[in-house]
Structure formats: C-alpha cells, structure tokens
C-alpha cells in the first residue's frame, strides 16, 4: 500500500532526483540519498521499500513532468512541422535530465531485461503515440513520405537522444577532446537548449521537412 505522502518523501525523492542526474542510477545510493535529505533509512524503507522501487519512482515523476512540457509544446498554435520540432526539443531536453541513470537503463534493455522492458515500455512511451501522429501529419510533405510513419520515428528519436547519452559517457570515461575540439566546448553543443533546437532542425531537414 502506497504510503500518504509528507515532506520526507518529497525531500528524499529530490535528493534521488539530484543524485541520479548527478551520478546516474549507480551513484544513487540509499545512504547518500538519505544523507542529502537529512533523514535517516528507517524512514526511507518506510516510505519507498527498496532502493529499485525508489528508482522508478523518482523517474517516473520526472518523466510526467517531461510530459507537462511535452504536451504544452505540442498543444501550440502552429503548423505540424512546428509542433513537431518542438516535440523533438522536449525529448532532447528530457534526455538532457536524465543523461547520467539513460545508459544503463538501455544496457539492461540491450541485455534483455524483461523487468527493465517492462518498465520502460509501461512508463516512458506515451511521447511517441504523440511523435507517432506529428509525423503522420508532416509525412506526405517530407522527402521520405513512402516510408511508414515507424520508420519515420526511428530515424527522428535518435538524433535527438545519442548525441546526449554518448556526451555523458565521454564526460564519465574521462575523454577531454574529440576531433580536436575539446569536450567543455562540444558539451555547450551538445547539452545547451540552442544545440537542442539545433539538433531537432538537423532532424527534420533530413527528411525533407
């Protein structure tokens, strides 16, 4: 039974939340979360029970309050093709938050974990059902209009999301430059809400949007 919720919760749900962008899901230690929240573990058992549960918790308000955004930008006045572009900005700036706890969570999807999966496929897909009709609406006047729309989607997503997720594994792993160009100045590329809203016009001028 879920516990009534109190300013506990809400303090360790934000010291998870800062711990997981921080330090990703390894970093996010019990100890440390309760430490941050100054309260102690009996109260973090109480309220959440185990450390996975605690996990998908304070995902799963983070992606609602994506969806908030998400949904805000998506509702506005425009035409498809703007309503779509802001669509791929919000889930640049989603995978921006949650850049540090994203790759592990896609090694357990690689791996197969059904729990992971299940998770996921649960709690994090109601983005590409609107994804999904933007690009219905845009796809007769793109360049790959034959294409079906999944097609579409599959080619749109990760442009905005693996830049993001390959920039924090290079900051994790220690890496200082790429190309020549030193990593500090290619994360104001990757992680900035220009190079976001960048991204998303890469995005659809490669299908002719």
């Known amino acids: 039974m879920a516990r009534p919720p109190s300013g506990t919760d809400l303090k360790l749900k934000a010291a998870g939340r800062k711990l997981l962008q921080e330090k990703g899901i390894t970093g996010l230690g019990v100890r440390e979360a309760c430490r941050l929240a100054g309260v102690n573990t009996g109260m973090f058992h109480y309220y959440f029970g185990s450390k996975d549960e605690f996990l998908k918790t304070v995902l799963k308000e983070m992606y609602a309050e994506f969806m908030l955004n998400f949904t805000a930008g998506v509702s506005i006045t425009g035409t498809p093709r703007d309503r779509l572009k802001n669509a791929l900005v919000e889930i640049g700036k989603f995978a921006r938050g949650v850049r540090n706890a994203a790759p592990m969570i896609f090694a ?98 490669g299908i002719g949007l």
């Open 108 to 205: 357990d999807l690689a791996h197969g974990k059904k729990e992971a999966f299940a998770f996921v496929s649960g709690n994090f897909t109601e983005h590409i059902k609107h994804v999904s009709a933007l690009v219905e609406e845009c796809r007769p006047g793109s360049a790959v209009k034959v294409r079906s729309g999944p097609y579409i989607v599959m080619a749109l997503l990760p442009v905005m999301i693996f830049p993001v997720l390959i920039g924090s594994v290079l900051e994790r792993n220690g890496v200082t430059s790429i190309g020549g160009r030193s990593l500090e100045k290619l994360r104001e590329e990757i992680f900035s809400d220009a190079g976001i809203a960048g991204r998303a016009e890469i995005a659809l001028r």
